[in-house]
């Protein structure tokens, strides 16, 4: 009987301890370190890690920001083709727009935006502009599909402009305008642009030399009279050019403006352009001596 029991009682113990490591086998870590000690990747204490090994690459999650695809050369002539081939060769747009009646006469460029690369060769001898003046004209300096217009003398006000274009033009892959294209547009009338010193500008310094800029080409002499200082004081009207070329008048008076004094600087409707057209609008300007 005793042996017996001491046999129950050692099963018992065994089916215990079984029972035990069963369940702690399975428990769950309750950390990281619990989970790298039980799959024995605990790194010990003081172990030099070897990290040559890259680690593994994750595949790419759908909603990534994707690098834009690069197209293949030929592929955007690919593309004018085929857009050629439905509609031909086009005007898409320009500056200043068609019929457009405030074209500033100191902006020198007329851009024209077509819908496909241009042939520059077939450009030659196909632009006519009125008024006749000097111009040049680029193909696709800084777009393939635009012709840009750089007039080279002054560019008179109140005129209006016709640029015609003749259907002999080229796209790069042959195609040619089904008509003679024709842009209308009208410059702004003969004003004054901007005067120095700002109208209400304070601090002024005594021997600073005002100057004021037209719109376009002014007749000098005209112009020179029409300006005027008050209260009165001498000046002889000096004329420059800006780094673009447009000319401007400076006030260069011989006494300096007297400091606390409120001067004002007008241009009446006397000055001419060169052209002979009036000023449409008289300028005035007030600043203060410092």
Known sequence: MKNTGKIISISLFAISALIFCILLINKPADS?????????????????VDQSVPP??????????????????????AKDSAEEAKSGLKVTGSKPAMNFKDHSPLEKNIVINFNSSLDAESFKDAIKISPEGKFKFTVGEDRSNQ????CLDPIPAG??????IAKTVKSRSGANLA?????????????????WPKDGEKNVLARAYPYV????????????????????IVFETVWREDTNGVPYCVLKHSESFKPGV????????????????ALKTP????????
């Open 147 to 150: 012709l840009v217009l750089t």
């Open 283 to 290: 300028a005035k300007v007030s600043f203060t001596v410092e």
């Open 262 to 277: 409120k001067y004002t600087l007008s241009v009446d409707t006397s000055a001419l352009d060169m052209w002979g057209n």
């Open 179 to 195: 008509a003679d294209y024709m842009l209308e547009f009208k410059t702004s009338l003969f004003n004054v642009a901007s005067c």
């Open 32 to 48: 990281a370190e619990d989970q790298r000690e039980l799959t024995g990747t605990k790194i010990p204490e003081g172990a030099v």
């Open 56 to 77: 593994a690459v994750h595949p790419a999650l759908k909603n990534e920001v994707q690098e834009p695809a690069v197209l293949k050369p030929g592929a955007a002539e």
């Open 159 to 164: 005129a209006e402009f016709t640029v015609t």
């Open 213 to 232: 800029f037209f719109n376009t080409a002014a007749d000098r002499v005209s112009a020179g009279k029409a300006i005027k200082l008050s209260p009165e």
